[in-house]
């Protein structure tokens, strides 16, 4: 699960640093980026907080999250990712 790249996806998509990420979902900045590069697993305790302070689902980080081998069918994911791209943009 790439919980990093999902995060940044969604965080970039809405134009919310990773600095007002962190105020909002009281979590600390380098943290953030600790994540967000992949160099540390987020708890599901800072999921659920980084989810809220996205104003996204939970459910819709992990899906986004999800590597080729979680999903059966990678076409039906980059699908699946780009309408939930869309939405969280508008």
């Known amino acids: 699960m790439k919980y990093g790249k999902a995060i940044k996806i969604i965080r ?46 939970l459910h819709c980080i992990i899906l986004l999250s999800s590597n080729k081998k979680d999903i059966n069918k990678s076409d039906s994911k980059d699908k699946i990712a780009m309408k939930l791209l869309k939405l969280f943009m508008g």
Request: no cysteine; aromatic share 2%.
């Open 12 to 57: 970039s998509a809405k134009g919310i640093t990773q600095k007002k990420l962190a105020e909002i979902s009281n979590l600390d900045k380098s943290y953030i980026s600790r994540i967000e590069s992949e160099e540390r697993a987020p708890t599901l305790e800072s999921l659920e907080k980084i989810s809220k302070a996205l104003n996204v689902p």
